[in-house]
Protein backbone atom coordinates (compact mmCIF):
# COMPACT_ATOMS: atom_id res chain seq x y z
CA UNK A 1 0.00 0.00 0.00
CA UNK A 2 3.00 2.54 1.10
CA UNK A 3 4.29 1.53 -2.51
CA UNK A 4 1.04 2.13 -4.55
CA UNK A 5 1.05 5.65 -2.53
CA UNK A 6 4.08 6.20 -3.38
CA UNK A 7 3.90 5.76 -6.85
CA UNK A 8 0.59 7.92 -6.80
CA UNK A 9 2.95 10.82 -5.59
CA UNK A 10 5.77 10.69 -7.93
CA UNK A 11 2.98 10.22 -11.16
CA UNK A 12 1.66 13.17 -9.63
CA UNK A 13 4.91 15.22 -9.39
CA UNK A 14 6.23 14.12 -12.97
CA UNK A 15 2.82 15.16 -14.87
CA UNK A 16 2.72 18.50 -13.16
CA UNK A 17 6.35 19.09 -14.25
CA UNK A 18 5.96 17.90 -17.39
CA UNK A 19 1.90 20.09 -17.52
CA UNK A 20 3.40 23.59 -16.62
CA UNK A 21 6.10 24.17 -19.55
CA UNK A 22 3.98 22.64 -22.02
CA UNK A 23 1.15 25.04 -20.75
CA UNK A 24 3.69 27.76 -21.15
CA UNK A 25 4.40 26.59 -24.52
CA UNK A 26 0.70 25.60 -26.22
CA UNK A 27 -0.19 29.69 -24.98
CA UNK A 28 2.51 30.55 -27.42
CA UNK A 29 1.43 28.26 -30.18
CA UNK A 30 -1.87 29.46 -30.11
CA UNK A 31 -0.35 32.74 -30.51
CA UNK A 32 1.44 32.16 -33.27
CA UNK A 33 4.61 32.89 -31.60
CA UNK A 34 6.24 29.24 -32.10
CA UNK A 35 7.70 29.26 -35.18
CA UNK A 36 10.06 26.41 -35.76
CA UNK A 37 7.99 24.45 -37.87
CA UNK A 38 6.64 28.07 -39.74
CA UNK A 39 8.41 26.00 -43.07
CA UNK A 40 5.94 23.43 -43.36
CA UNK A 41 3.18 26.28 -41.52
CA UNK A 42 2.95 28.86 -44.75
CA UNK A 43 2.53 26.06 -46.92
CA UNK A 44 -0.30 23.94 -45.48
CA UNK A 45 -2.00 27.42 -44.89
CA UNK A 46 -1.40 28.75 -48.65
CA UNK A 47 -2.48 25.46 -49.81
CA UNK A 48 -5.30 25.84 -48.09
CA UNK A 49 -6.51 29.17 -48.44
CA UNK A 50 -6.08 29.73 -44.60
CA UNK A 51 -5.49 32.90 -43.39
CA UNK A 52 -4.43 32.76 -40.16
CA UNK A 53 -4.65 36.80 -38.60
CA UNK A 54 -8.18 37.10 -40.42
CA UNK A 55 -10.46 36.41 -36.91
CA UNK A 56 -14.08 35.02 -37.04
CA UNK A 57 -17.06 35.34 -34.47
CA UNK A 58 -18.23 32.85 -33.23
CA UNK A 59 -20.86 31.36 -34.89
CA UNK A 60 -18.48 31.51 -38.26
CA UNK A 61 -15.90 29.19 -35.94
CA UNK A 62 -18.38 26.88 -34.62
CA UNK A 63 -19.95 26.52 -38.86
CA UNK A 64 -16.22 25.47 -39.61
CA UNK A 65 -15.88 23.18 -36.63
CA UNK A 66 -19.46 21.50 -37.55
CA UNK A 67 -18.13 21.64 -40.93
CA UNK A 68 -15.07 19.70 -40.56
CA UNK A 69 -16.08 17.37 -38.57
CA UNK A 70 -19.24 16.52 -40.33
CA UNK A 71 -16.71 15.85 -43.66
CA UNK A 72 -14.34 13.84 -41.64
CA UNK A 73 -17.47 11.49 -40.35
CA UNK A 74 -18.81 11.21 -43.75
CA UNK A 75 -14.84 10.24 -45.04
CA UNK A 76 -14.42 7.89 -42.18
CA UNK A 77 -17.88 6.41 -42.39
CA UNK A 78 -17.12 5.59 -46.23
CA UNK A 79 -13.95 3.59 -45.78
CA UNK A 80 -15.21 1.51 -43.02
CA UNK A 81 -18.40 1.23 -44.90
CA UNK A 82 -16.35 -0.13 -47.88
CA UNK A 83 -13.00 -1.24 -46.12
CA UNK A 84 -13.09 -4.82 -48.57
CA UNK A 85 -12.87 -2.67 -51.60
CA UNK A 86 -9.86 -0.94 -50.31
CA UNK A 87 -5.85 -1.36 -49.81
CA UNK A 88 -3.90 -2.44 -47.11
CA UNK A 89 -6.53 -5.14 -45.58
CA UNK A 90 -4.39 -8.49 -45.67
CA UNK A 91 -7.05 -10.26 -43.64
CA UNK A 92 -9.80 -9.55 -46.32
CA UNK A 93 -11.87 -8.08 -43.54
CA UNK A 94 -15.73 -7.44 -44.79
CA UNK A 95 -16.81 -3.63 -44.70
CA UNK A 96 -18.08 -2.64 -41.44
CA UNK A 97 -22.75 -3.27 -41.36
CA UNK A 98 -24.09 0.19 -41.97
CA UNK A 99 -24.91 1.30 -38.26
CA UNK A 100 -21.33 -0.13 -36.78
CA UNK A 101 -19.62 2.26 -39.62
CA UNK A 102 -22.42 5.22 -37.95
CA UNK A 103 -21.38 4.43 -34.56
CA UNK A 104 -17.79 3.87 -35.21
CA UNK A 105 -17.33 7.59 -37.50
CA UNK A 106 -19.24 9.85 -35.03
CA UNK A 107 -16.90 7.92 -32.12
CA UNK A 108 -14.00 8.68 -33.45
CA UNK A 109 -15.12 12.14 -35.17
CA UNK A 110 -15.92 13.30 -31.36
CA UNK A 111 -13.50 12.02 -29.63
CA UNK A 112 -15.08 9.44 -27.92
CA UNK A 113 -13.61 6.49 -29.18
CA UNK A 114 -16.17 3.80 -28.27
CA UNK A 115 -15.80 0.79 -29.56
CA UNK A 116 -18.52 -1.83 -30.15
CA UNK A 117 -16.15 -3.81 -32.25
CA UNK A 118 -12.32 -5.73 -32.10
CA UNK A 119 -9.97 -3.95 -33.64
CA UNK A 120 -7.83 -6.80 -34.33
CA UNK A 121 -10.77 -8.82 -36.35
CA UNK A 122 -12.71 -5.71 -37.45
CA UNK A 123 -10.38 -3.28 -38.84
CA UNK A 124 -8.46 -3.61 -41.89
CA UNK A 125 -5.01 -1.36 -41.74
CA UNK A 126 -6.35 1.59 -43.91
CA UNK A 127 -9.73 2.01 -41.85
CA UNK A 128 -6.85 2.17 -39.01
CA UNK A 129 -4.30 4.40 -40.18
CA UNK A 130 -6.10 6.63 -42.35
CA UNK A 131 -9.35 6.36 -40.97
CA UNK A 132 -8.82 5.93 -36.97
CA UNK A 133 -6.00 7.34 -36.58
CA UNK A 134 -6.09 10.66 -38.59
CA UNK A 135 -9.55 10.98 -36.63
CA UNK A 136 -7.56 10.87 -33.38
CA UNK A 137 -5.37 13.17 -34.69
CA UNK A 138 -7.86 15.88 -35.79
CA UNK A 139 -10.72 15.65 -33.63
CA UNK A 140 -8.24 16.40 -30.56
CA UNK A 141 -6.54 19.30 -32.55
CA UNK A 142 -10.42 20.49 -32.79
CA UNK A 143 -11.24 20.56 -28.94
CA UNK A 144 -7.51 22.29 -28.76
CA UNK A 145 -8.62 24.69 -30.83
CA UNK A 146 -11.99 25.60 -29.09
CA UNK A 147 -10.48 25.93 -25.59
CA UNK A 148 -7.85 28.42 -27.46
CA UNK A 149 -10.52 30.30 -28.93
CA UNK A 150 -12.57 30.42 -25.44
CA UNK A 151 -9.57 31.55 -23.71
CA UNK A 152 -9.26 34.59 -26.32
CA UNK A 153 -12.79 35.28 -25.88
CA UNK A 154 -12.67 35.71 -22.40
CA UNK A 155 -9.75 37.31 -23.06
CA UNK A 156 -10.96 39.91 -24.99
CA UNK A 157 -11.69 43.20 -25.05
CA UNK A 158 -14.71 44.54 -27.01
CA UNK A 159 -14.20 42.50 -29.88
CA UNK A 160 -16.20 40.21 -31.81
CA UNK A 161 -13.62 37.34 -33.31
CA UNK A 162 -12.38 34.68 -31.20
CA UNK A 163 -10.13 33.21 -33.43
CA UNK A 164 -9.77 31.05 -36.67
CA UNK A 165 -10.27 27.95 -36.40
CA UNK A 166 -8.12 26.79 -39.22
CA UNK A 167 -5.35 28.22 -38.20
CA UNK A 168 -5.78 26.71 -34.55
CA UNK A 169 -6.75 23.42 -35.77
CA UNK A 170 -3.32 23.15 -37.66
CA UNK A 171 -1.57 24.68 -34.60
CA UNK A 172 -2.36 22.38 -32.77
CA UNK A 173 -1.90 19.18 -34.57
CA UNK A 174 1.55 20.43 -36.25
CA UNK A 175 3.09 22.11 -33.22
CA UNK A 176 1.65 19.84 -30.42
CA UNK A 177 0.06 16.71 -31.08
CA UNK A 178 2.21 15.51 -34.27
CA UNK A 179 5.63 16.08 -32.84
CA UNK A 180 4.81 14.36 -29.16
CA UNK A 181 3.31 11.35 -30.50
CA UNK A 182 6.12 10.67 -32.78
CA UNK A 183 8.53 10.88 -29.60
CA UNK A 184 5.73 8.65 -27.60
CA UNK A 185 5.31 6.31 -30.41
CA UNK A 186 9.29 5.59 -30.74
CA UNK A 187 9.50 5.47 -27.17
CA UNK A 188 6.47 2.44 -26.92
CA UNK A 189 8.36 0.84 -29.84
CA UNK A 190 11.54 0.76 -27.38
CA UNK A 191 9.39 -1.10 -24.80
CA UNK A 192 8.05 -3.93 -27.59
CA UNK A 193 4.33 -2.35 -28.85
CA UNK A 194 4.49 -3.45 -32.13
CA UNK A 195 4.70 -0.98 -35.51
CA UNK A 196 4.63 -3.36 -38.44
CA UNK A 197 2.13 -3.85 -41.94
CA UNK A 198 3.23 -7.82 -41.05
CA UNK A 199 -0.20 -9.05 -40.19
CA UNK A 200 0.30 -11.82 -37.33
CA UNK A 201 3.02 -13.97 -35.94
CA UNK A 202 3.27 -17.49 -34.70
CA UNK A 203 4.17 -18.85 -31.00
CA UNK A 204 4.03 -22.18 -29.38
CA UNK A 205 2.42 -22.33 -26.40
CA UNK A 206 3.85 -24.22 -23.13
CA UNK A 207 1.90 -27.12 -24.14
CA UNK A 208 3.68 -27.08 -27.75
CA UNK A 209 0.75 -26.06 -29.63
CA UNK A 210 0.89 -23.23 -32.17
CA UNK A 211 -1.30 -20.12 -31.76
CA UNK A 212 -1.35 -17.24 -34.58
CA UNK A 213 -1.37 -13.36 -32.70
CA UNK A 214 -2.57 -10.52 -34.18
CA UNK A 215 0.39 -7.61 -34.90
CA UNK A 216 0.32 -4.72 -36.67
CA UNK A 217 0.69 -0.58 -37.29
CA UNK A 218 -0.02 -0.63 -33.67
CA UNK A 219 2.61 2.24 -31.33
CA UNK A 220 1.37 5.00 -34.40
CA UNK A 221 -2.09 4.56 -32.71
CA UNK A 222 -1.53 4.21 -29.48
CA UNK A 223 0.76 7.46 -29.44
CA UNK A 224 -2.00 9.49 -30.23
CA UNK A 225 -4.94 7.75 -28.65
CA UNK A 226 -3.85 8.65 -25.20
CA UNK A 227 -2.12 12.05 -26.21
CA UNK A 228 -5.20 12.96 -27.66
CA UNK A 229 -7.48 11.78 -24.70
CA UNK A 230 -8.98 9.04 -27.42
CA UNK A 231 -8.63 5.99 -26.04
CA UNK A 232 -9.85 3.20 -29.28
CA UNK A 233 -7.42 0.39 -29.34
CA UNK A 234 -5.97 -1.26 -31.64
CA UNK A 235 -6.88 -4.55 -30.01
CA UNK A 236 -10.20 -5.77 -28.32
CA UNK A 237 -8.91 -5.48 -24.50
CA UNK A 238 -7.09 -2.37 -25.67
CA UNK A 239 -4.09 -1.18 -23.04
CA UNK A 240 -4.76 -4.67 -21.18
CA UNK A 241 -3.28 -6.28 -24.06
CA UNK A 242 0.34 -7.01 -24.16
CA UNK A 243 1.28 -5.31 -27.38
CA UNK A 244 -0.36 -1.80 -26.33
CA UNK A 245 0.96 -1.96 -22.69
CA UNK A 246 3.86 -4.56 -22.32
CA UNK A 247 5.79 -3.18 -19.63
CA UNK A 248 5.46 -0.71 -16.32
CA UNK A 249 7.54 1.67 -18.38
CA UNK A 250 4.66 1.83 -20.90
CA UNK A 251 1.98 2.03 -18.75
CA UNK A 252 3.48 5.14 -16.78
CA UNK A 253 4.44 6.86 -20.47
CA UNK A 254 0.76 5.80 -21.43
CA UNK A 255 -1.08 7.46 -18.31
CA UNK A 256 1.13 10.64 -18.43
CA UNK A 257 0.43 10.92 -22.07
CA UNK A 258 -3.47 11.06 -21.42
CA UNK A 259 -3.35 13.97 -18.48
CA UNK A 260 -0.47 15.66 -19.63
CA UNK A 261 -2.11 18.01 -22.11
CA UNK A 262 -5.50 18.90 -20.21
CA UNK A 263 -3.28 19.71 -17.26
CA UNK A 264 -0.95 21.91 -19.13
CA UNK A 265 -4.55 23.36 -20.71
CA UNK A 266 -5.00 25.15 -16.81
CA UNK A 267 -1.76 26.57 -17.16
CA UNK A 268 -2.57 27.29 -21.13
CA UNK A 269 -5.46 28.98 -20.37
CA UNK A 270 -4.12 31.18 -17.46
CA UNK A 271 -1.28 32.51 -19.68
CA UNK A 272 -3.64 33.23 -22.55
CA UNK A 273 -6.31 35.23 -20.33
CA UNK A 274 -3.58 37.16 -18.70
CA UNK A 275 -3.99 36.31 -15.20
CA UNK A 276 -2.14 32.72 -14.32
CA UNK A 277 -3.74 32.31 -10.85
CA UNK A 278 -6.92 31.61 -12.94
CA UNK A 279 -5.41 29.03 -14.20
CA UNK A 280 -3.78 27.71 -11.37
CA UNK A 281 -7.54 27.74 -9.38
CA UNK A 282 -9.38 25.54 -12.31
CA UNK A 283 -6.26 22.86 -11.43
CA UNK A 284 -6.47 23.46 -7.89
CA UNK A 285 -10.44 22.33 -8.36
CA UNK A 286 -9.50 19.72 -11.11
CA UNK A 287 -7.05 18.34 -8.68
CA UNK A 288 -9.29 18.08 -5.64
CA UNK A 289 -11.94 16.05 -7.27
CA UNK A 290 -8.79 13.91 -9.03
CA UNK A 291 -7.12 13.18 -5.82
CA UNK A 292 -10.66 12.05 -4.14
CA UNK A 293 -11.56 9.72 -6.94
CA UNK A 294 -8.42 8.27 -7.39
CA UNK A 295 -8.55 7.46 -3.43
CA UNK A 296 -12.02 6.24 -3.19
CA UNK A 297 -11.37 3.60 -6.30
CA UNK A 298 -8.01 2.76 -4.42
CA UNK A 299 -9.87 2.00 -1.65
CA UNK A 300 -12.73 0.29 -2.68
CA UNK A 301 -10.21 -1.96 -4.90
CA UNK A 302 -7.57 -2.84 -1.93
CA UNK A 303 -10.52 -4.31 -0.01
CA UNK A 304 -11.17 -8.08 -1.03
CA UNK A 305 -14.65 -9.57 -2.43
CA UNK A 306 -16.33 -10.17 1.06
CA UNK A 307 -18.31 -12.90 -1.16
CA UNK A 308 -14.77 -14.80 -1.72
CA UNK A 309 -14.16 -17.35 1.22
CA UNK A 310 -11.08 -16.30 3.50
CA UNK A 311 -8.66 -18.76 1.90
CA UNK A 312 -9.04 -17.23 -1.40
CA UNK A 313 -8.94 -13.70 -1.07
CA UNK A 314 -5.81 -12.27 -2.63
CA UNK A 315 -3.68 -10.75 -0.03
CA UNK A 316 -3.25 -7.27 -2.29
CA UNK A 317 -7.46 -6.83 -2.62
CA UNK A 318 -9.96 -7.20 -5.42
CA UNK A 319 -7.38 -8.88 -8.66
CA UNK A 320 -10.74 -10.10 -10.67
CA UNK A 321 -10.25 -8.83 -13.55
CA UNK A 322 -6.20 -6.82 -13.47
CA UNK A 323 -3.00 -7.71 -14.83
CA UNK A 324 -1.35 -9.37 -12.07
CA UNK A 325 2.06 -7.61 -13.54
CA UNK A 326 0.32 -3.75 -13.07
CA UNK A 327 -1.29 -4.60 -9.62
CA UNK A 328 -4.48 -2.72 -7.86
CA UNK A 329 -2.57 0.32 -7.86
CA UNK A 330 -1.62 0.80 -11.57
CA UNK A 331 -5.13 -0.36 -12.23
CA UNK A 332 -7.13 2.13 -9.64
CA UNK A 333 -4.56 4.94 -11.23
CA UNK A 334 -5.35 4.44 -14.63
CA UNK A 335 -9.57 3.55 -14.14
CA UNK A 336 -8.74 7.31 -12.04
CA UNK A 337 -7.15 9.03 -15.10
CA UNK A 338 -8.76 7.78 -18.28
CA UNK A 339 -12.55 8.93 -16.61
CA UNK A 340 -11.01 11.76 -15.54
CA UNK A 341 -9.97 12.48 -18.49
CA UNK A 342 -11.84 11.88 -21.96
CA UNK A 343 -10.01 8.76 -22.76
CA UNK A 344 -12.01 5.43 -23.06
CA UNK A 345 -8.66 3.18 -22.72
CA UNK A 346 -8.28 0.46 -19.61
CA UNK A 347 -5.86 -1.84 -18.57
CA UNK A 348 -7.87 -3.52 -16.18
CA UNK A 349 -12.22 -4.61 -16.40
CA UNK A 350 -13.93 -1.84 -14.63
CA UNK A 351 -16.89 -4.89 -15.38
CA UNK A 352 -14.98 -6.55 -12.44
CA UNK A 353 -14.75 -3.83 -9.68
CA UNK A 354 -15.99 -3.42 -6.77
CA UNK A 355 -19.42 -1.62 -7.22
CA UNK A 356 -18.16 1.64 -5.39
CA UNK A 357 -14.65 1.27 -7.10
CA UNK A 358 -16.71 1.37 -10.76
CA UNK A 359 -19.28 4.02 -9.36
CA UNK A 360 -16.72 5.95 -9.22
CA UNK A 361 -15.29 5.66 -12.81
CA UNK A 362 -18.96 6.60 -14.26
CA UNK A 363 -19.23 9.03 -11.60
CA UNK A 364 -16.26 10.72 -13.11
CA UNK A 365 -18.07 10.59 -16.50
CA UNK A 366 -21.30 11.85 -15.38
CA UNK A 367 -20.14 15.23 -13.70
CA UNK A 368 -19.10 16.10 -17.40
CA UNK A 369 -15.54 14.92 -17.90
CA UNK A 370 -14.55 18.56 -16.17
CA UNK A 371 -11.67 16.50 -14.05
CA UNK A 372 -9.05 17.28 -16.69
CA UNK A 373 -11.33 16.04 -19.41
CA UNK A 374 -10.73 15.94 -22.88
CA UNK A 375 -7.74 17.79 -24.42
CA UNK A 376 -9.51 21.53 -24.90
CA UNK A 377 -12.78 20.16 -24.08
CA UNK A 378 -12.52 19.21 -20.46
CA UNK A 379 -10.97 23.08 -19.89
CA UNK A 380 -14.28 24.48 -21.49
CA UNK A 381 -16.76 22.28 -19.60
CA UNK A 382 -15.52 23.34 -16.49
CA UNK A 383 -15.39 27.06 -17.26
CA UNK A 384 -19.04 26.60 -18.41
CA UNK A 385 -19.37 25.51 -14.63
CA UNK A 386 -17.01 28.45 -13.21
CA UNK A 387 -20.22 30.96 -14.75
CA UNK A 388 -22.53 28.47 -13.02
CA UNK A 389 -20.66 29.17 -10.00
CA UNK A 390 -20.26 33.01 -10.38
CA UNK A 391 -23.64 32.99 -10.93
CA UNK A 392 -23.98 31.92 -7.45
CA UNK A 393 -21.75 33.30 -5.89
CA UNK A 394 -23.39 36.73 -7.26
CA UNK A 395 -26.60 35.97 -6.17
CA UNK A 396 -25.01 35.28 -2.38
CA UNK A 397 -23.22 38.58 -2.27
CA UNK A 398 -25.99 40.65 -4.13
CA UNK A 399 -23.68 41.90 -7.26
CA UNK A 400 -24.10 41.39 -10.93
CA UNK A 401 -22.00 38.02 -11.13
CA UNK A 402 -18.48 39.00 -13.34
CA UNK A 403 -15.67 36.47 -14.53
CA UNK A 404 -12.26 38.37 -15.13
CA UNK A 405 -14.11 41.42 -15.52
CA UNK A 406 -16.89 40.73 -17.42
CA UNK A 407 -20.39 40.82 -16.43
CA UNK A 408 -22.37 37.79 -16.72
CA UNK A 409 -25.63 38.47 -17.84
CA UNK A 410 -29.00 36.49 -18.97
CA UNK A 411 -27.67 35.12 -22.15
CA UNK A 412 -24.48 33.69 -20.82
CA UNK A 413 -26.41 32.43 -17.96
CA UNK A 414 -29.22 30.49 -19.89
CA UNK A 415 -26.70 28.84 -22.40
CA UNK A 416 -24.17 27.64 -19.32
CA UNK A 417 -27.36 26.67 -17.69
CA UNK A 418 -28.38 24.51 -21.36
CA UNK A 419 -24.90 22.42 -21.22
CA UNK A 420 -26.27 21.05 -17.67
CA UNK A 421 -29.10 19.22 -19.65
CA UNK A 422 -26.74 16.88 -21.82
CA UNK A 423 -25.54 15.05 -19.67
CA UNK A 424 -29.23 14.16 -17.96
CA UNK A 425 -30.72 13.45 -21.39
CA UNK A 426 -27.57 11.47 -23.02
CA UNK A 427 -27.29 8.97 -20.07
CA UNK A 428 -30.88 8.92 -17.90
CA UNK A 429 -33.02 9.65 -20.80
CA UNK A 430 -31.17 7.18 -23.62
CA UNK A 431 -30.69 4.59 -21.16
CA UNK A 432 -34.61 4.96 -19.52
CA UNK A 433 -35.11 4.31 -23.56
CA UNK A 434 -33.24 1.28 -23.80
CA UNK A 435 -34.67 -0.61 -20.55
CA UNK A 436 -38.17 -0.19 -22.05
CA UNK A 437 -37.23 -1.07 -25.46
CA UNK A 438 -36.36 -5.01 -25.49
CA UNK A 439 -33.95 -4.78 -28.04
CA UNK A 440 -31.88 -2.41 -25.63
CA UNK A 441 -32.25 -4.68 -22.73
CA UNK A 442 -31.65 -7.71 -24.26
CA UNK A 443 -28.04 -6.66 -24.74
CA UNK A 444 -27.03 -6.46 -20.86
CA UNK A 445 -25.88 -9.26 -19.37
CA UNK A 446 -26.58 -9.34 -15.99
CA UNK A 447 -29.53 -9.11 -13.77
CA UNK A 448 -30.39 -6.70 -11.00
CA UNK A 449 -28.02 -3.28 -10.03
CA UNK A 450 -25.37 -4.76 -12.15
CA UNK A 451 -26.92 -4.97 -15.10
CA UNK A 452 -28.28 -1.73 -14.57
CA UNK A 453 -25.01 -0.35 -13.67
CA UNK A 454 -23.72 -1.36 -17.27
CA UNK A 455 -26.07 -0.26 -19.18
CA UNK A 456 -25.34 3.11 -17.34
CA UNK A 457 -21.81 3.14 -17.77
CA UNK A 458 -22.12 2.29 -21.77
CA UNK A 459 -23.99 5.99 -22.03
CA UNK A 460 -21.90 8.37 -19.42
CA UNK A 461 -18.80 7.23 -21.55
CA UNK A 462 -21.06 7.76 -25.08
CA UNK A 463 -22.38 10.80 -23.71
CA UNK A 464 -19.07 12.36 -21.83
CA UNK A 465 -17.20 11.51 -25.08
CA UNK A 466 -15.37 9.13 -22.61
CA UNK A 467 -15.48 5.85 -25.28
CA UNK A 468 -14.25 3.76 -21.94
CA UNK A 469 -16.30 0.12 -21.74
CA UNK A 470 -17.75 -1.16 -18.65
CA UNK A 471 -17.96 -4.44 -20.09
CA UNK A 472 -21.02 -6.91 -19.96
CA UNK A 473 -22.76 -5.35 -22.51
CA UNK A 474 -23.16 -6.38 -25.89
CA UNK A 475 -22.77 -2.99 -27.95
CA UNK A 476 -22.92 -4.29 -31.23
CA UNK A 477 -26.65 -3.92 -31.98
CA UNK A 478 -28.90 -1.94 -34.09
CA UNK A 479 -30.19 0.12 -30.64
CA UNK A 480 -26.75 0.40 -28.84
CA UNK A 481 -25.21 1.59 -32.03
CA UNK A 482 -27.88 4.14 -32.76
CA UNK A 483 -28.27 5.67 -29.64
CA UNK A 484 -24.77 5.65 -28.03
CA UNK A 485 -23.85 7.52 -31.20
CA UNK A 486 -26.63 10.21 -30.70
CA UNK A 487 -24.98 10.67 -27.21
CA UNK A 488 -21.98 10.92 -28.48
CA UNK A 489 -22.92 13.83 -30.78
CA UNK A 490 -24.88 15.69 -28.02
CA UNK A 491 -22.34 15.49 -25.45
CA UNK A 492 -19.72 16.73 -28.01
CA UNK A 493 -21.75 19.85 -29.78
CA UNK A 494 -24.00 20.46 -26.75
CA UNK A 495 -21.22 21.91 -24.88
CA UNK A 496 -18.85 23.11 -27.60
CA UNK A 497 -21.51 25.09 -29.44
CA UNK A 498 -22.98 27.27 -25.97
CA UNK A 499 -18.95 27.61 -25.02
CA UNK A 500 -18.59 29.25 -27.72
CA UNK A 501 -21.53 31.27 -27.80
CA UNK A 502 -20.73 32.18 -24.05
CA UNK A 503 -17.29 33.03 -25.49
CA UNK A 504 -18.26 35.52 -28.77
CA UNK A 505 -20.69 37.22 -26.39
CA UNK A 506 -18.05 38.17 -23.88
CA UNK A 507 -15.62 39.10 -26.00
CA UNK A 508 -17.51 41.71 -27.25
CA UNK A 509 -18.31 43.16 -23.67
CA UNK A 510 -16.13 45.91 -22.02
CA UNK A 511 -13.65 45.04 -19.74
CA UNK A 512 -14.67 46.33 -15.94
CA UNK A 513 -12.20 47.05 -13.60
CA UNK A 514 -12.03 44.84 -10.18
CA UNK A 515 -13.34 46.70 -7.50
CA UNK A 516 -14.08 46.09 -3.85
CA UNK A 517 -17.46 44.36 -4.05
CA UNK A 518 -16.10 42.00 -6.66
CA UNK A 519 -16.05 38.21 -6.23
CA UNK A 520 -12.03 36.72 -6.69
CA UNK A 521 -11.93 33.94 -8.94
CA UNK A 522 -8.82 32.64 -8.41
CA UNK A 523 -8.12 32.16 -4.49
CA UNK A 524 -9.30 28.87 -2.24
CA UNK A 525 -13.17 30.37 -1.67
CA UNK A 526 -13.94 30.26 -5.16
CA UNK A 527 -11.87 27.06 -5.85
CA UNK A 528 -14.00 25.25 -3.05
CA UNK A 529 -17.14 26.74 -3.90
CA UNK A 530 -16.58 25.56 -7.48
CA UNK A 531 -15.91 22.21 -6.13
CA UNK A 532 -19.36 22.24 -4.09
CA UNK A 533 -21.13 22.79 -7.19
CA UNK A 534 -19.82 20.26 -9.50
CA UNK A 535 -20.22 18.09 -6.63
CA UNK A 536 -23.97 19.29 -5.87
CA UNK A 537 -25.21 18.96 -9.42
CA UNK A 538 -23.71 15.81 -9.98
CA UNK A 539 -25.27 14.30 -6.68
CA UNK A 540 -28.92 15.41 -7.83
CA UNK A 541 -28.95 14.77 -11.00
CA UNK A 542 -27.41 11.37 -10.63
CA UNK A 543 -27.60 10.17 -7.12
CA UNK A 544 -31.10 8.60 -7.30
CA UNK A 545 -29.77 6.11 -10.39
CA UNK A 546 -27.10 5.48 -8.54
CA UNK A 547 -28.33 4.39 -5.19
CA UNK A 548 -30.52 1.97 -7.57
CA UNK A 549 -26.99 0.60 -9.45
CA UNK A 550 -23.59 0.61 -7.81
CA UNK A 551 -24.84 1.57 -4.30
CA UNK A 552 -27.53 -1.00 -4.16
CA UNK A 553 -25.30 -3.76 -5.56
CA UNK A 554 -22.47 -2.51 -2.71
CA UNK A 555 -25.33 -3.27 -0.26
CA UNK A 556 -26.02 -6.75 -1.56
CA UNK A 557 -22.97 -8.10 -1.52
CA UNK A 558 -22.52 -6.67 1.97
CA UNK A 559 -25.64 -8.98 2.67
CA UNK A 560 -24.15 -12.03 0.45
CA UNK A 561 -25.78 -11.81 -3.02
CA UNK A 562 -24.61 -11.37 -6.47
CA UNK A 563 -25.67 -10.21 -9.34
Known amino acids: MAQDILQFVLFGAVLVALAIPLGAYMARVFAGEASFLRWLERPIFTAAGIRPEQGQHWSAYALALVAFNLAGFALLFLILRFQHLLPWNPLGLPGLSGHLAFNTAISFVTNTNWQSYGGETTMSYL ?12 SAASGMAVAAAVARGLASKQLRTIGNFWADMVRATLYVLLPISIVLALLLVWQGVPQTLDTSLTATTLEGAEQTIAIGPVAGQIAIKQLGTNGGGFFNVNSSHPFENPTAIANLLEVLAILVIPVAFCFTYGRMVGDRRQGRALFAAMGILFVVGLGAIYASEIQPNPLYPANVVAADGNMEGKEVRLGVGNSALWAEVTTAASNG ?4 MHDSFSPLGGMVAMLNMQLGEVIFGGVGVGLTGMLLLVIVTVFLAGLMVGRTPEYLGKKIEAREIKLAALTLLVMPIGVLAFSALSLVVGTGQSAVLNQGPHGLTELLYAYSSATGNNGSAFAGLTA ?18 GYIIPILAISGSLAAKRTAPASAGTFPTHGPVFVTLLVATILIVGALTFLPVLALGPIAEHLSIAAGQSF
Open 476 to 493: NVDWHNTFLGLAMLLGRF
Open 127 to 138: SQMAGLTTQNFV
Open 345 to 348: SVNS
